[in-house]
């Protein structure tokens, strides 16, 4: 019930006294990113699970410069895929997934780096039931960020860490996940 309050907040601080011809301010970004995973027992999630992650984002900002409570920054919303989920440990599961709300924060940029923080909702579809006695089809989450090294001309490295979230969002009377630390490592293009 939060969201659709929270959306309606940054599409309107976004256009508040903004000329359109402002809109051409408002950068998008592609991601191409990859990460490495170990779960942790965090409620009823299953630790001892070690996977690895492919992604690739968009995101285009939506406002321009703001100071939300005292944080300076740039709000974007995008669409993240993952083409490649591989967990190793206890057993090998493949799979995909896809993220269609990913809310990112931009903080103002310095000369040799930027900080990001975000957080995002989607699927998850598996080879097999992740964790056990659950299902193949999972909700994901996760929230975290990142810095973006040595911009220049638009691109960057890309270095982040998020707190990943796999679960059938209590679709099946309990809902055992995965909670996961995933470091990722990636390259990022801003126009």
Do not use: C
């Not at 000369?111 to 193949?136: C, N, Y």
């Amino acid at each position: 019930m939060i969201l659709l309050p929270l959306v309606i907040f940054f599409q309107v601080a976004g256009m508040q006294g903004m000329p359109a011809a402002r809109n051409a301010d408002r950068p998008s970004e592609w991601t191409v990113a990859i990460g490495a995973a170990k779960s942790v027992n965090l409620f009823e999630s299953a630790a001892g699970r070690a996977y690895a992650i492919q992604t690739i984002a968009y995101a285009r900002e939506l406002t321009n410069a703001l100071n939300l409570i005292g944080i300076r920054g740039r709000f974007a919303w995008g669409i993240e895929a993952m083409p490649v989920f591989a967990q190793f440990e206890p057993s090998r599961i493949y799979g995909f997934g896809i993220a269609p709300v990913v809310w990112r924060w931009s903080f103002p940029s310095r000369p040799t780096w930027s900080a990001f923080a975000e957080l995002s909702m989607g699927g998850l579809w598996t080879s097999d039931k992740l964790p056990e006695k659950t299902g193949q089809l999972n909700f994901s989450a996760h929230w975290g960020g990142g810095i973006r090294l040595r911009p220049r001309g638009g691109n960057a490295w890309l270095l982040g860490y998020r707190f990943q979230h796999f679960s059938n969002g209590n679709q099946l009377g309990s809902n055992p996940g995965v909670n996961s630390h995933v470091f990722m490592a990636g390259w990022s293009h801003r126009s």
